[in-house]
């Protein structure tokens, strides 16, 4: 499906929405509103319709539904109460920062709304492109609209209920880099250089070349055997290894042990290595034999303060306005008139 200016958009919207902690469901639809007599909820008497109610929790469904979950199972019906439950509350939630962006004049114009829709419509060679991408995901240009006018309208709300909170001081970001310091550690990392060959006895289509577990093997003796014989180890990787990403490199790779992402036989002959000492036999690894050469030993080191002073206040600035804006909404909701009607 060509439509990844559509979701890029999309995603943009639910970043901004998860960054003032309105919490929207996974799904990118926004329900239609219904018959008025009909209604899940009311709002400082705005109505949130059945129509919408039921869509919302719909759309939900189906997608778990295709990930697998049984909602014919007892967990599964559990989930669908929970479900219920809390598309409602998100329902209301969007409703009221709706109502709030309105009341302090930040509501997203229909103007703003038409410039929007063009943009999108712009970023398609077709206007036909434009709307089966939408059909695609289940939802109309009415619908898109909503949605456009509750992500920007709730981003322009948080803006201004959060624009004249005092700046986090130099002494918190100290406290906290204080408190804190394990988040600010790098871990030991070894730099080492490999030269790899491939073994691939099942002919595994990702992998470039089909050859016995012998033969790479092989391979592997032959390039020891000529760095025993003095043969440069960066020059050797470029000629012969099959690693694509670190061949030209001379096999130059960095990882670091504590975080598990390297295989366990690779990681464990290259910590068994002096600065300067190569594998004297080939190293099996989930993707055939290394012979690994250890060049620098890196132990951890903690981050300078002055380092991440910058990150932290930004950190701590975001915390803090996430955590005022949700303290305004609760009271927001405290005040307001809620009238459920399902649930």
Known sequence: MNF????????????????????LVATLTFGVAG?????????????????????????????????????????????????????????????LVRQQAAEKGVLFSETEI?????????????????????????INEIELRKMILSEFSAANLY?????????????????????????????????VRHILFFSNETGQPNLPVQRDDAAAKELA??????????????????????????KEHGG??????????????????????????HTTVPVRSQFGYHVIKLEKNMPAQEKPFEEVQSLIAEQLTYEAKKRHFREFMDGVREEAQIVKKVG
């Open 159 to 191: 803006q201004k209920i959060t624009k004249d909170l005092i700046a986090i001081s130099d002494e918190q970001v100290r406290e906290y880099y204080q408190q804190n310091k394990e988040q600010f550690i790098i871990p030991s990392s070894l730099e």
């Open 221 to 246: 003796r032959q390039v020891i055997a000529s760095l025993e014989q003095g043969a440069d180890f960066a020059t050797l990787a470029q000629e012969k290894s099959e690693d694509t990403g670190s």
């Open 35 to 95: 018959p008025t007599g009909d209604l899940a909820a009311t709002v400082n008497g705005e109505p949130i319709t059945m129509a919408e109610y039921n869509k919302r929790v719909s759309d939900v469904k189906n997608q778990l539904s295709q990930r697998g979950v049984d909602f014919e199972s007892e967990s599964g019906q559990q989930m669908a109460s929970n479900i219920k439950t809390e598309i409602l509350d998100e329902l209301i939630t969007e409703m």
């Open 114 to 138: 038409d410039q929007k829709i063009k943009e999108i419509k712009e970023s398609y060679p077709t206007g036909e492109e434009f709307e089966q991408d939408l059909a695609n995901v289940g």
């Open 252 to 277: 130059l790779f960095k990882f670091s042990p504590e975080q598990g992402r390297t295989d366990p036989a690779f990681a464990q002959a290259a910590q068994a290595l002096e600065v300067g000492e």
């Open 4 to 23: 990844e200016r559509y979701k890029s958009l999309m995603a943009a919207l639910l970043v901004i929405s998860l960054l003032i902690g309105v919490l």
